[in-house]
């Protein structure tokens, strides 16, 4: 079976000043084939980060990472665009570095965009639900074991986030899939599991329940102080 595992794992960052800031301590992190797995989390806890850690774009400070299949990077608003190139250049570049179909490639991401001949200005011209649309399914016209998630199915306008939450189930029958997200109701409709992120740790993997009755505890008591 596939998946992938993150064991005894700490995380810090040191800021110019030499300051440490920790991020996680002492943390267990997995998810298996099949599961579509849910991150919840107040802003500022560690989602995206954790997110970078396991598709390898951040390192640990302590404790080792197993990934036991293929897993794309962090699929986020503007992830893996190249500002001052088109946007077909993007698609045809990303497709080369991968090893993929670019022709194939380009006609997936042209058809479900609905980017139309704006795929031909550069992507530093577009509005920000252009890029959302021309990042999104640019990278899920790839193949991966494990897709992650970070927020993406919940923003642009309502056009897009059908459509997105449309392709995004669709995806769950092929993939197993990491969402990032502070939204309850997206992790909600989309997930079968969750950890919850709060003080420096990740809680057990939930059931969708009573992993959002525990967040819904950190909020109140949040809210609180």
């Known amino acids: 079976m596939k998946y992938v595992r993150i064991q005894n794992f700490s ?5 110019m000043l030499g300051e440490r800031k920790k991020v996680f301590v002492n943390c267990d992190f997995k998810i298996d084939e099949g599961e579509s797995v849910g991150l919840l989390g107040l802003n500022g806890t560690g989602k ?3 997110c970078n850690i396991i598709s390898g774009a951040e390192s640990l400070t302590t404790g080792r990472v197993e990934r036991n299949g293929t897993i794309s990077w962090p699929i986020g608003i503007f992830s893996s665009l190249v500002p001052t190139l088109t946007g077909k250049q993007n698609i045809y570049f990303l497709s080369d570095l991968l090893g993929a179909n670019k022709s194939e490639i380009f006609e997936i991401v042209k058809e ?24 999104f399914f640019l990278s899920l016209s790839f193949k ?17 986030r059908k459509k997105a939450a449309e392709y995004f189930r669709n995806l769950r029958d092929n993939s197993s899939i990491l969402l990032c997200s502070h939204n309850m109701n997206t992790i909600r409709e989309n997930c079968n599991k969750c950890y919850v992120i709060h003080d420096k740790k990740i809680s057990q993997k939930y059931d969708m329940d009573e992993g959002v009755r525990f967040y819904e505890e950190i909020i109140k008591s949040k809210q609180s102080q």
């Open 48 to 50: 995206t980060t954790l």
């Open 112 to 135: 479900n965009s609905e980017l139309g001949d704006d795929l031909n200005a550069r992507v530093a011209t577009y509005s920000a639900g252009m890029k959302s649309k021309l990042a």
């Open 11 to 15: 995380k810090e960052f040191h800021s």
């Open 144 to 160: 991966f074991d494990f897709l992650i998630f970070d927020e993406v199915i919940s923003v642009g306008d309502s056009v897009f």
